[in-house]
C-alpha cells in the first residue's frame, strides 16, 4: 500500500510506474473471461462470462439514471439485459445536493439552434442522493428475487480507508455480484478526492485500490476517466493493485456552450454554470480510442482472467460491437439525448419512481418539458435490449460468428504507429514498383482486352 510520504514524492509525476504488488485472493479470482462453447452453435451465442460472473448478454446499463432503484433495476432484468450497475453510492447521501437544470444538448448544426440531431449531452449530475439503507434494502430485494442475474454495485467515498472498508461491507452484505469503483466522475466534489480525483493521481489510486481489495470478496472493476493524458498509466495502477476489470470511459469534462443572447454558460443555473461531463454519439470515437489502448496494454501484460468493459456513446448494436472487436467483454450502455415528445405514460411512470415520494410529479413534468431532460430508455424503453442483441446477431451471422469470442479483439491487431505506417506504406509501393507491367510474350495478347493491354504498355 503506498504511503502517504510515496504520494508526496510523486507529485511531480501524476501517474508514476507503480511496481507490481501481489494480490492473492482465492475467494475473487479464477475464471477466465470466455464464452460458451462453439460446438453444436445454431444460433450465434452472445452468452459472455466475466470474472465467473455468466451474463445472457453483453449488455450492461451503465451506472446512472436507469439503475437508480429497485422498478427501474428490476424491469431492466425483466427485460433481458446482462447486467445492471446500480447508480452510484456513498455512505452519506446528505452530502449529495443536485441542482436543476442540470443537463445541455449539443445539436448537429449552429450550436444553440433549436433543430437538429442531438450528438452531444453535458451533465452536472452528481451521484445518488437516495439514503444508502435504501438503496441496499432494494439491492437485497433484487438479488432475492432475481438470484441468477447480475447485479453491480458503483460505489465511491472520501480518501479514507475506514469509509471504504464500511461501503464495501455494506454492499456486499445484499448479495450483489461485483462492485465497479468510480475513480472517474468528472465533477461533483472534488475537493473531497472523490471520483476523477483520484483516478488521474496514481500514487492515490493505488492506495484506494489496495484498501478495496484487501477488503473486497466480489470481483472489482475500476472505471477510468477519459480527462487524462494517458488512460493506460491507471489502469495499469488499477490492475496491478489487484482489480478484476477496467471500465472505460466516464463522461468528458467539458462546457457545453455560451448562450449568445443572455452570454451565461449552458446549463445555467441561477445565471451561472460549472463544467461538467460530456456523452452521448460525439464521445463514441474518443471512447474507441480510449479502449483500445487499454485492450492494447491489458493483453501485452495481464492475462485473460481480467476483463474490460466499454463505454460511450453506444445506441445501437453496431457502436457495441466496434467496442468488442477492440477487445471489451462487455458493453454499457447509458442513455441521453432524447425528446419529451418520445415517451410513452409507462415509462414516465417508471422515471416518476427514480425520484423520493415527496418529489413534486409537477415539477418533474416542467423539467422534462422544458429542458427535455429525458433518456434513450423513456424513447425505446428497457426492451432496447432486444435491438442490440438482434443487431449483434446479424453482425455475427455476416462473419459466421458463433460466440462473442470468435471476433473480441479481432481489430486490435490492425492498430499500429504512424511511423510503421509510413514503413508499411513505402514497402508497399516499392513492390508494386517491382511488378513488370505488360505482357510478357505475344502468346499473351487476347481480343477482349487488346485496348488495355496495349495501354499497360505505355510509358508516358
Request: proline fraction near 5%.
Given at each position: 500500500?503506498?504511503?502517504?510520504?510515496l504520494?508526496?514524492?510523486?507529485?511531480?509525476?501524476?501517474?508514476?510506474?507503480?511496481?507490481t504488488?501481489?494480490?492473492?485472493?482465492?475467494?475473487?479470482?479464477?475464471?477466465?473471461?470466455?464464452?460458451?462453447?462453439?460446438?453444436?452453435?445454431?444460433?450465434?451465442?452472445?452468452?459472455?462470462?466475466?470474472?465467473?460472473l455468466?451474463?445472457?448478454?453483453?449488455?450492461?446499463?451503465?451506472?446512472?439514471?436507469?439503475?437508480?432503484?429497485?422498478?427501474?433495476?428490476?424491469?431492466?432484468?425483466?427485460e433481458?439485459?446482462?447486467a445492471?450497475?446500480?447508480?452510484?453510492?456513498?455512505?452519506?447521501?446528505?452530502?449529495?445536493?443536485?441542482?436543476t437544470p442540470?443537463?445541455?444538448?449539443?445539436?448537429?448544426?449552429?450550436?444553440?439552434?433549436?433543430?437538429?440531431?442531438?450528438?452531444?449531452?453535458?451533465?452536472?449530475?452528481?451521484?445518488?442522493?437516495?439514503?444508502?439503507?435504501?438503496?441496499?434494502r432494494?439491492?437485497?430485494?433484487?438479488?432475492?428475487?432475481?438470484?441468477?442475474?447480475?447485479?453491480?454495485?458503483?460505489?465511491?467515498?472520501?480518501?479514507?480507508?475506514?469509509?471504504?472498508?464500511?461501503?464495501?461491507?455494506?454492499?456486499?452484505?445484499?448479495g450483489?455480484?461485483?462492485i465497479?469503483?468510480?475513480?472517474?466522475?468528472?465533477?461533483g466534489?472534488?475537493?473531497?478526492?472523490?471520483?476523477?480525483?483520484?483516478?488521474?493521481?496514481?500514487?492515490?489510486?493505488?492506495?484506494?485500490?489496495?484498501?478495496?481489495?484487501?477488503?473486497?470478496?466480489?470481483?472489482?472493476?475500476?472505471?477510468?476517466?477519459?480527462?487524462?493524458?494517458?488512460?493506460?498509466?491507471?489502469?495499469?495502477?488499477?490492475?496491478?493493485s489487484?482489480?478484476?476489470?477496467?471500465?472505460?470511459?466516464?463522461?468528458?469534462?467539458?462546457?457545453?456552450?455560451?448562450?449568445?443572447?443572455?452570454?451565461?454558460?449552458e446549463?445555467?443555473v441561477?445565471?451561472?454554470?460549472?463544467?461538467?461531463g460530456?456523452?452521448?454519439?460525439?464521445?463514441?470515437?474518443?471512447?474507441l480510442?480510449?479502449?483500445?489502448?487499454?485492450?492494447?496494454?491489458?493483453?501485452?501484460?495481464?492475462?485473460?482472467?481480467?476483463?474490460?468493459?466499454?463505454?460511450?456513446?453506444?445506441?445501437?448494436?453496431?457502436?457495441?460491437?466496434?467496442?468488442i472487436?477492440?477487445?471489451?467483454?462487455?458493453?454499457?450502455?447509458?442513455?441521453?439525448?432524447?425528446?419529451?415528445?418520445?415517451?410513452?405514460?409507462?415509462?414516465l411512470?417508471?422515471?416518476v419512481?427514480?425520484?423520493?415520494?415527496?418529489?413534486?410529479?409537477?415539477?418533474?413534468?416542467?423539467?422534462?418539458?422544458?429542458?427535455?431532460?429525458?433518456?434513450?430508455?423513456?424513447?425505446?424503453?428497457?426492451?432496447?435490449?432486444?435491438k442490440?442483441?438482434?443487431?449483434?446477431?446479424?453482425?455475427?451471422?455476416?462473419?459466421n460468428?458463433?460466440t462473442?469470442?470468435?471476433?473480441?479483439?479481432?481489430?486490435l491487431?490492425?492498430?499500429?504507429?504512424?511511423?510503421?505506417l509510413?514503413?508499411?506504406?513505402?514497402?508497399?509501393?516499392?513492390?508494386?514498383?517491382?511488378?513488370?507491367?505488360?505482357?510478357?510474350?505475344?502468346?499473351?495478347?487476347?481480343?477482349d482486352?487488346?485496348?488495355?493491354?496495349?495501354?499497360?504498355m505505355?510509358?508516358?
Amino acid at each position: 500500500m503506498a504511503s502517504l510520504q510515496l504520494r508526496t514524492s510523486l507529485k511531480s509525476s501524476p501517474c508514476p510506474t507503480i511496481p507490481t504488488r501481489s494480490v492473492t485472493r482465492p475467494s475473487r479470482i479464477g475464471f477466465r473471461v470466455s464464452c460458451s462453447s462453439r460446438s453444436q452453435q445454431v444460433e450465434p451465442d452472445l452468452t459472455v462470462k466475466v470474472n465467473g460472473l455468466t451474463m445472457p448478454n453483453p449488455f450492461v446499463i451503465g451506472s446512472g439514471p436507469p439503475g437508480t432503484n429497485y422498478t427501474v433495476m428490476k424491469r431492466a432484468f425483466d427485460e433481458g439485459w446482462g447486467a445492471v450497475i446500480a447508480k452510484t453510492v456513498s455512505l452519506d447521501a446528505a452530502k449529495v445536493i443536485n441542482v436543476t437544470p442540470r443537463y445541455a444538448r449539443l445539436r448537429a448544426g449552429v450550436n444553440g439552434s433549436p433543430k437538429g440531431q442531438i450528438i452531444g449531452w453535458e451533465n452536472i449530475e452528481l451521484i445518488s442522493d437516495r439514503p444508502l439503507e435504501t438503496m441496499l434494502r432494494e439491492f437485497k430485494q433484487l438479488k432475492e428475487e432475481y438470484p441468477d442475474r447480475i447485479l453491480i454495485a458503483s460505489i465511491m467515498e472520501e480518501y479514507n480507508k475506514a469509509s471504504w472498508e464500511e461501503l464495501i461491507d455494506r454492499v456486499e452484505q445484499t448479495g450483489i455480484d461485483a462492485i465497479e469503483i468510480n475513480f472517474s466522475c468528472p465533477h461533483g466534489m472534488p475537493e473531497r478526492k472523490m471520483g476523477a480525483a483520484v483516478g488521474q493521481d496514481c500514487a492515490m489510486l493505488e492506495e484506494v485500490c489496495g484498501w478495496i481489495n484487501e477488503k473486497a470478496t466480489v470481483p472489482v472493476w475500476a472505471k477510468m476517466t477519459p480527462n487524462i493524458t494517458d488512460i493506460t498509466q491507471p489502469a495499469r495502477v488499477a490492475l496491478k493493485s489487484g482489480c478484476e476489470g477496467i471500465a472505460a470511459i466516464n463522461t468528458i469534462m467539458s462546457v457545453m456552450g455560451i448562450n449568445l443572447t443572455t452570454l451565461r454558460p449552458e446549463p445555467c443555473v441561477e445565471g451561472y454554470s460549472t463544467p461538467g461531463g460530456y456523452s452521448s454519439k460525439a464521445v463514441h470515437p474518443i471512447a474507441l480510442a480510449k479502449v483500445m489502448s487499454i485492450a492494447k496494454m491489458m493483453k501485452a501484460e495481464f492475462s485473460e482472467d481480467h476483463s474490460l468493459s466499454g463505454i460511450g456513446g453506444v445506441e445501437t448494436g453496431a457502436d457495441a460491437t466496434e467496442f468488442i472487436l477492440l477487445g471489451a467483454n462487455t458493453v454499457q450502455v447509458q442513455f441521453s439525448n432524447v425528446t419529451v415528445k418520445k415517451l410513452g405514460i409507462f415509462n414516465l411512470k417508471i422515471w416518476v419512481h427514480s425520484f423520493e415520494d415527496d418529489f413534486d410529479l409537477e415539477m418533474i413534468l416542467f423539467m422534462m418539458i422544458v429542458y427535455s431532460v429525458c433518456t434513450g430508455v423513456m424513447m425505446h424503453g428497457y426492451g432496447l435490449v432486444k435491438k442490440l442483441c438482434s443487431e449483434l446477431k446479424d453482425f455475427m451471422r455476416m462473419h459466421n460468428f458463433s460466440t462473442i469470442e470468435d471476433f473480441r479483439g479481432a481489430s486490435l491487431p490492425y492498430f499500429t504507429t504512424h511511423t510503421e505506417l509510413v514503413r508499411m506504406q513505402q514497402e508497399a509501393i516499392r513492390q508494386r514498383k517491382a511488378v513488370r507491367k505488360g505482357l510478357a510474350s505475344d502468346k499473351d495478347w487476347t481480343g477482349d482486352g487488346f485496348v488495355q493491354e496495349t495501354e499497360s504498355m505505355v510509358s508516358n
